[in-house]
């Protein structure tokens, strides 16, 4: 079977939403960013267009300024580079036949998908051409026993997953850039997103991958298989490694089966010890039918209610949550839901909430949790941050820098996944401003490795977060990122300046 999609309506509108908002463009990153140098590499002339233009014919090659800026811009606006090439292959061997080209020319080359990451990993720094995988778009095969989705990198998250649902599928992971998001990038950032609590990460789900070496030979460990203990496990190294590894083609992925009973509570809360609360008796009282619990403070709400006009079915609160259940029994699940309901509430851990499985009532409750990151925007300039903390800490660097901050920022907002220990930390400014962010960075992150956490839990390190690595990796194990990176990529074309530091 070979299914082809084109772009979801959604996608357009979310893209055309966000793209409206700024009508001016971001500094180049080079400006901004001074200290960082463009490495030895060609830079791109005729005959290099002549090549791909011969490979990929005229339409599949960008080349005017105008059509490639969207592709140098990230989704926040924070960092642009100056590509002058986007190349759009369709096949793996089109990919192949690109790296082993760039390769021998010293061109150095930026993979990107649904351009939705936030680290700033998805555009060059300086002007690496930019290989999309948008037209990549085929799903290959569905198998309804066991589940498993093989597909092109380039298929979009949500389109993947409403083509499992009409099965009794669906795919494990979800995420407010779901109508933008390629399934190649979720797999090259190893996004965590909504239900990572229940279906586990990426190197989980993930059963096979197909991916194309810098020099391009094509690697293929595109096993369907839940067991194959054959040597190393080489499709992790392509699972979270930004790009700079390989590029991904294609990848095998379990899809669970779509619950036939799902239910949604949105829950307002006192305090972020309730939130504590609440989310260990989910766990005890809910255990196997807990599917996404996820909490946001007030300002975060704020964002969503104030600048895109979300509507909340509850009063004010300084805390919310909102908790998923999903399995096969309606009345089970029900009966489940409301006892911890009614406990959490007569014991006044949580003050108020509303509880629903009508899909649009679900959705609204939905909305105001993912788009977050989209209402923040409206803001102006984000100092965004993707912390793991030990779960006592989840929230303790917010209040920090707000104190820190006063009234440097317009907001300092708090929300996350606080099922797996994630917060975004996000910090708005009207514009950006090289004080602000030596006031923010390194303290968020040194405050980060105090408390032992992660500097990244979901988002990857892309561009903005190589410098600070260190504070959640020991020397010996960046050194022996480099190693590989040498190994795998000697001319170091993939995604330079990324992930790793300098
Ligand atoms: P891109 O942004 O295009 O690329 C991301 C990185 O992967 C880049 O380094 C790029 O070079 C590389 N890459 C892309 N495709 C390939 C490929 N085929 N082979 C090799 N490298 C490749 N992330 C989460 O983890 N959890 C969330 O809940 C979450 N929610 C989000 C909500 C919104 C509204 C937005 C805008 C973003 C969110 N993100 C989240 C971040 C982002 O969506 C994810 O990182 C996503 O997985 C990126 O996919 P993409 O196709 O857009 O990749
Ligand atoms: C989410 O969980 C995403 O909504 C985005 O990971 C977080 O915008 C952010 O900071
Ligand atoms: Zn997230």
Same mark, same amino acid.
């Given at each position: ?24 463009? +971001? ?34 090659? /960008? ?24 190349? %759009? ?27 939705? $990451?936030?680290?700033? $990993?998805? @555009? ?17 095969? !569905?198998?309804?026993?066991? =589940?498993?989705? *093989?597909? #092109?990198?380039?298929?979009?998250? &949500?389109?993947?997953?409403? @083509? ?22 979720? *797999? ?7 239900? /990572? ?6 190197? =989980? ?16 460990? /595109? ?18 490694? &930004? ?14 089966? %779509? ?34 619990? &996820? ?8 964002? @969503? ?9 509850? $009063?004010?609160? +300084? ?14 699940? #029900? #009966? ?13 851990? *949580?003050?108020? =909430? ?51 901050? $006063? ?11 606080i099922g797996d220990g994630n917060i975004h930390l996000n910090i708005s400014v009207p514009e950006f401003s090289p004080d602000i962010l030596k006031k923010v960075e390194p303290y968020v992150y040194e ?21 600070? !690595? ?25 995604? +330079? ?6």
């Open positions: 079977m070979l299914v082809n999609f084109k772009r979801v309506t959604t996608l357009v509108s979310f893209i055309r939403r966000c793209s409206t908002l700024s009508k001016s463009l +971001p500094e180049l990153t080079k400006d901004r960013y001074p200290n960082i140098k463009r490495g030895d590499y060609a830079e791109l002339n005729q005959n290099h267009l002549d090549y791909f233009h011969g490979l990929l014919g005229q339409n599949r090659v /960008l080349s005017d300024p105008s059509d490639c800026e969207m592709y140098n811009i990230d989704f926040i606006k924070g960092v642009r580079g100056y590509s002058q090439c986007v190349l %759009k292959p369709q096949t793996t061997e089109e990919v192949s036949k690109i790296l082993s080209f760039c390769n021998q020319h010293r061109l150095a080359v930026c993979p990107q998908g649904g351009n939705t $990451g936030l680290v700033g $990993g998805s @555009v060059p720094v300086f002007d690496e051409i930019v290989l999309s995988t948008s037209l990549m778009n085929n799903i290959i095969s !569905i198998d309804n026993i066991s =589940g498993v989705v *093989v597909c #092109e990198a380039g298929c979009i998250l &949500e389109s993947l997953d409403d @083509v499992l649902r009409e099965k009794g599928l669906m795919m494990p992971l979800d995420l407010g850039a779901k109508g933008s998001c390629n399934i190649g990038g979720n *797999v090259s950032t190893n996004a965590g997103g909504l239900r /990572l609590l229940r279906y586990g990460n990426l190197h =989980g789900s993930v059963l096979g991958i197909e991916a194309v070496k810098a020099n391009g030979d094509v690697i293929d460990c /595109l096993s369907t298989l839940k067991k194959d203990n054959t040597g190393y496990h080489l499709k992790h190294l392509f699972i979270g490694s &930004e790009g700079t590894l390989g590029i991904v083609t294609k990848v095998a992925v379990h899809g669970p089966s %779509k619950p036939k009973s799902l239910n949604l509570a949105l829950l307002g809360l006192h305090s972020f010890e309730n939130i504590l609360q609440t989310y260990e008796r989910a766990k005890n009282d809910l255990s196997e039918i807990l599917s996404s619990c &996820e909490m946001m403070d007030e300002r975060s709400l704020d964002v @969503v209610t104030s600048h895109l006009k979300l509507k909340s079915p509850i $009063g004010d609160f +300084p805390f919310y949550m909102v908790v998923e259940t999903s399995g096969s029994n309606e009345k089970h699940d #029900e #009966e489940k839901l409301n006892a911890f309901l009614e406990g959490v509430m007569s014991e006044g851990i *949580v003050a108020d =909430g509303t509880v629903t499985n009508e899909p649009g009532k679900m959705r609204a409750i939905w909305d105001l949790r993912e788009r977050i990151t989209e209402g923040l925007l409206h803001d102006g300039y984000l100092f965004k941050y993707d912390i793991s903390l030990p779960i006592k800490e989840f929230y303790s660097l917010v209040p920090k820098m707000k104190e820190r901050l $006063g009234s440097d920022a317009s907001r300092v907002s708090g929300y996350g996944h405050l980060t490795s105090t408390y032992k956490g992660s500097i990244s839990a979901e988002h990857g390190v892309g561009f903005r977060k190589p410098p600070y !690595i260190h504070y959640s990796k020991s020397e010996n194990a960046i050194s022996l990122m480099k190693d590989l990176k040498k190994m795998m990529d000697p001319n170091g074309i993939l995604n +330079p300046y990324k992930v790793l530091p300098s």
